[in-house]
């Protein structure tokens, strides 16, 4: 069992950042892939990005390559989500999810654990 808490979300100006955490429970964290992903009202959840066990990995969504960047702190359990030059149409709530399926590693599917979620809301 793993447990995923989510912070740093919050209000922000168009072209603002935003930095997100994610803290997991367990003494395994190393060992799993990690993503963030995001749901905006009336819309399906959608993969933002991933990173690998040991960080050396790096994918992110088109929509969001360039401006966002995805990293862990093994060490901390930690995994961060650094948010540039926000847009508000990156208005969601955003959640972090332990990678269970490699093949499913671009999708809600391939993915088991899930946090509750933190709300990131940009204003124009």
């Known amino acids: 069992q793993v447990q995923l808490v989510e912070s740093g979300g919050g209000l922000v100006q168009a072209g603002g950042s935003l930095r997100l955490s994610c803290a997991a429970s367990?003494?395994?964290?190393?060992?799993?892939?990690m993503g963030w992903f995001r749901q905006a009202p009336g819309t399906e959840r959608e993969f933002v990005a991933r990173?690998?066990?040991?960080?050396?990995?790096?994918n992110y969504a088109d929509s969001v390559k360039g401006r966002f960047t995805i990293s862990r702190e093994n060490a901390k359990n930690t995994v961060y989500l650094q948010m540039n030059s926000l847009r508000p149409e990156d208005t969601a709530v955003y959640s972090c999810?332990?990678?269970?399926?490699?093949?499913?590693?671009?999708?809600?599917?391939?993915?088991?654990?899930w946090g509750q979620g933190t709300q990131v809301t940009v204003s124009s």
């Open positions: 999810a332990v990678q269970g399926s490699y093949n499913g590693r671009y999708s809600t599917d391939g993915y088991t654990y």
């Open positions: 367990g003494r395994t964290f190393s060992s799993y892939a």
């Open positions: 990173i690998s066990s040991s960080g050396a990995i790096t």
